[in-house]
């Protein structure tokens, strides 16, 4: 595709693509930096049995319904939303929001991947001079200056050129390979995790839960992380949905995706819970557990520098489909506003998320250190607002349209195309779109407002 034709649209060349590059987005640093910090945070199996049962109930419902928005309209997200009902172009604040949502998140997500590529350099020159990285590393390169913008920049630079290349070509290829990889690294480091003496306690601390454990604000994260864990909310399934072939079914493919996706979280947890235990570590270690918690891991095993290695470039390659997600729903609005190519729009896009990105990445230098708003750094609130405000808001409205406002036959008929009649799932998953999805996300931000007491 030559970069000056006026915009076509492309599309993913096979089901296994469309399956692998949704799960591609879905699967990311949320599997394996932002759940396991999360659940140590708040305290354990019990916010994972909250995040289960969000991800049946909201989540998988609010992807079917992004993908048969997205497919039946074959546009971006703010147009898909803007024209999906007659009449009714407010709807388009939904994509709008999302393109916003996009680059809030992309802006301590790149950090939060540059600390991932970071590692992948370090841990092999730790290899390399037979050193292994300890607790300080973490603190001195989230905490400096330079160092971790440049690698923000980098993975701008990285994603950026990717999603220039255009979507079959470049995000499919990207996601179709990689994806058996992350697997089996996972497998091996949980493997490792599950075989240290005292291990036990951070299986049971992932899987027995304690209910007097859970509070309005567990459940608020717990939803937080359903939404940004698929991907959903603000136009990226959406848009993904809109190149997903007619001989795709959308229920099945999505129920495959939410469950291959929180198999992988549950996989992360694994891995490192356990070990946090067997080394006498605290769950509640934030958003460096990640970092401090798997050189730990391997550190006492025959070539654990290597394994440490591993782990990282697995986790580099995860953050890289999620990425390009994120950053084609922006791009995809540009292109078909027409004003730009897609290499254009890939690097004013790319641009724009740097620039609100610096805030984000010096939160922990001593710099902005003590810059607050609303009592939260510029990295914490980025990830609040998007992750709990926005996303959950977005998907209410989701919720809402494809439930009592798009025509209701039309909507079947897109979602169930593959079948020749109404198949039960189908029937269901409507029902619960149409009365538990929204009450559920309703109560929980009412809730966390303060507005009601659960
Ligand atoms: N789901 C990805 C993860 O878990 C992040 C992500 C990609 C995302 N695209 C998104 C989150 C869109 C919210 C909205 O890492």
Known sequence: MSTSAPPSRDAFASTLGAFAATLGSAIGLGNIWKFPYLTGSNGGAAFVLVYLLAVAFVGLPILVVEHTIGRKMRLNAVHAYGTVVPGQKFWAGVGLAGVAAA??????????AGWVFAYVYKSFAAFLSGSTLDSKTFGALA??????????????????????SGVSKGIEKVTKTLMPALFILLIICDIRALTLPGAGAGVTYLFKPQLSKLSASIVLYALGLAFFKLSLGMGTMTTYGSYLPDDVRIVPNAAKVALADTGVSLLAGLAIFPAVFAFGGKPAGGPGLLFNTIPLI?????????????????????TIGAMVSLIEVPVAWIIEKGHMTRRGAAILTGVVMFALGIPATLSQNPLLANVKLFGKSFFDLFDFASS???????????????????????????????????????????????????????????????????
Do not use: C
């Open 298 to 318: 391997f550190s006492k095993m025959p070539l654990g520098g290597l394994f440490t290695m591993l782990f990282f470039v697995l986790t580099a390659i995860a």
């Open 103 to 112: 680059v809030l998140i992309m802006a301590f997500y790149t950090d939060v």
């Open 143 to 164: 905490g400096g200056s330079w160092e971790p913008l440049l690698w923000q920049a980098g993975v701008l630079v990285l994603t950026t050129a990717i999603i220039a």
């Open 388 to 454: 709990n405000v926005l996303l959950p808001l977005g998907g209410l409205a989701i919720a809402v349209l494809g439930g009592w406002f798009l025509s209701r036959p039309e909507f079947k008929a897109e979602m169930n195309k593959g079948y020749a009649t109404e198949p039960w799932h189908g029937r269901a998953l409507f029902g619960i779109l149409k009365f538990v999805t929204p009450i559920l996300i309703l109560l929980v931000l009412l809730s966390s407002l303060g507005v009601i007491k659960l």
